[in-house]
C-alpha cells in the first residue's frame, strides 16, 4: 500500500519530469530549430478544428449576457449599458477563458491522442532510430501553433461575442443600432482588451506544453491513449482557470 509520501514523492518527480520537458522544448526552440511548414500545417489544423465551436459559443455567450443584462439593467433603470456588460465581460474574461477551454478541449485532445498514438505504437521511438529529435520535429511545431493559434481564436471570439449581444439588444432590448456600436466603441480601452488578451499566450503555452507531455508520456495501448487525453484535457482546464483567477489579481493591481 503506497503511503502519503511515496505519493507527495511520485507528484514531485512527475512535476520536475515535467518541467524538464518544457526546458527541452524551449531549448529548440531557442536554438531556432523550428520547422516552419510543420508549424504552418498545425496552425490550419488546429484553427480549423476550433473555429466552428469557439464562434457559436461565443455568440451565445454574448447574447445571453445581453438577455440577463436586459432583465436586470431594466429593473434599475440603466438599459443602455447592455452594450458595456457584453463587451467588457467578454473582453476581459470570458473570451479568453472559454476559448481557451474549448481550444484545449478539441485541439489540445488532438495534440495528446495523436502524440499519443505514435508513442504506444513505437513511432517517436522510430524517429530517434532515423537521427531525427522528436521533440523538434513533433512537440515544438504544435506548442508554438498554440501560441499563434489562441490569441487569433480569442479575438474572433470577442467580435461574435459582441455580435450576439447586438443582435439581442437591438431586437430583444430595442436599442438603436448605432447607439450600440457606439457604447460599445467607447467602453473599451486599450486596458480592457489586454488585460483579457494578454493571458492568452499564457494558457498558449499551457495548453501545448501539459498536451505534449501527457502524449509523449502515453502508454498502455489505446485504453492508454484514452487516459491520457482525457488527463491532459482536463489538467488543462484545470490550470487555465487557476492561472486565470492568479492572472487577473495581478493585472488588476497593476493596471485596475
Not at 445571453?64 to 431594466?74: F, H, I, R, T
Request: aromatic letters at 12%.
Amino acid at each position: 500500500m503506497r503511503t502519503f509520501f511515496d505519493i507527495c514523492f511520485t507528484s514531485l518527480q512527475r512535476v520536475g519530469e515535467a518541467i524538464d520537458f518544457l526546458v527541452g522544448v524551449c531549448r529548440e526552440i531557442v536554438k531556432g530549430r523550428i520547422r516552419i511548414k510543420e508549424v504552418v500545417k498545425q496552425s490550419y489544423e488546429q484553427g480549423l478544428q476550433s473555429v466552428i465551436i469557439i464562434a457559436l459559443t461565443s455568440f451565445a455567450s454574448g447574447a445571453v449576457l445581453a438577455l440577463q443584462g436586459d432583465v436586470v439593467l431594466s429593473r434599475l433603470g440603466a438599459k443602455e449599458y447592455i452594450a458595456q456588460l457584453v463587451a467588457l465581460s467578454l473582453l476581459r474574461e470570458m473570451s479568453p477563458v472559454f476559448t481557451a477551454i474549448i481550444f484545449s478541449a478539441k485541439a489540445g485532445a488532438r495534440i495528446t491522442a495523436e502524440l499519443g498514438t505514435m508513442n504506444v505504437n513505437d513511432q517517436i521511438l522510430a524517429t530517434r532510430t532515423l537521427g531525427v529529435d522528436p521533440i523538434e520535429y513533433l512537440v515544438v511545431p504544435r506548442v508554438i501553433a498554440c501560441f499563434l493559434v489562441l490569441p487569433v481564436l480569442t479575438i474572433i471570439s470577442e467580435i461574435v461575442g459582441i455580435l450576439g449581444g447586438y443582435f439581442v439588444g437591438v431586437y430583444q432590448s430595442n436599442i438603436p443600432g448605432i447607439f450600440y456600436i457606439n457604447q460599445t466603441i467607447h467602453a473599451i480601452h486599450y486596458v480592457d482588451f489586454f488585460s483579457g488578451f494578454l493571458k492568452v499566450f499564457f494558457f498558449a503555452v499551457l495548453i501545448g506544453w501539459i498536451c505534449c507531455y501527457r502524449g509523449f508520456m502515453t502508454k498502455g495501448g489505446s485504453l492508454g491513449v484514452g487516459k491520457y487525453t482525457t488527463e491532459a484535457v482536463a489538467y488543462s482546464i484545470i490550470f487555465i482557470i487557476v492561472s486565470n483567477t492568479v492572472l487577473t489579481k495581478i493585472i488588476l493591481t497593476l493596471w485596475g
